[in-house]
């Protein structure tokens, strides 16, 4: 529902549609990064799916977490992904390059749980070294995690996980942590993503550098 007032718009999204309430969203809160998501089935079928519902979650121990949602064209399904990390408990967040936005939404496809995405989408892939599920070759970084736990909110479900060990394909950090990468690739409202990553200096007094 929408109200129209002389200084903008007001929403109340629980009368909204869920269409229409998760477009809304999804505009107020952009760009969005993305957590590329790999996992393995206990059959040992590889899957691949991108997520932007992500964000950091703890910094001890350093723990990531994002949301999914139900399987396109269902009630309560379950995608593959969530169905994974629940038989094994491993998964791997890949952080997508600027130039792997064609991979990205060729990995979004909903497939039959058989489909292997990595061949769908025509990823490379490298070993991981900790957890079963393999890297995204080429993607800034590579987290290799283990589910912590999973929290059920409405019709998602918000899957936290603890970070065992993080790989970048070239050297992005220095000694302090620090990036001047710019190429990472992020989620718009609609049908877009952005390369757009302009830094602007503002530092709060006392904030870690």
């Known amino acids: 529902m929408t109200l129209q007032s002389l200084h903008g718009q007001h929403f109340l999204p629980d009368r909204m549609e869920p269409d229409a309430a998760y477009k809304l969203i999804s505009a107020c809160v952009q760009p969005r990064p993305i957590a590329w998501v ?14 932007s519902f992500f964000t950091v979650a703890s910094r001890t121990p350093v723990s990531v977490m994002f949301s999914i949602g139900e399987r396109l064209g269902t009630i309560g399904g379950i995608k593959d992904t969530l169905a994974n990390i629940r038989a094994t408990r491993e998964l791997v967040v890949n952080i997508p390059a600027a130039g792997q936005a064609d991979s990205v939404a060729g990995s979004s496809a909903t497939v039959d749980p058989d489909v292997d995405e990595f061949d ?34 409405g019709t998602d479900v918000v899957i936290v996980a603890r970070v065992l060990a993080v790989t970048s394909r070239r050297q992005l950090l220095d000694e302090a942590m620090h990036i001047e990468e710019t190429g990472f690739l992020g989620r718009l409202a609609g049908p877009y993503f952005t390369t757009e990553m302009n830094r602007v200096p503002q530092m709060q007094p006392g904030a870690p550098r």
């Open 38 to 51: 790999s996992t393995i089935s206990p059959g040992g079928v590889r899957n691949l799916a991108p997520f």
């Open 120 to 153: 769908l989408a025509d990823v490379p892939t490298v070993a991981s070294r900790l957890v079963r599920p393999e890297s995204v070759d080429g993607a800034l970084f590579s987290l290799e995690c283990v589910l912590s736990h999973e929290v059920p909110v």
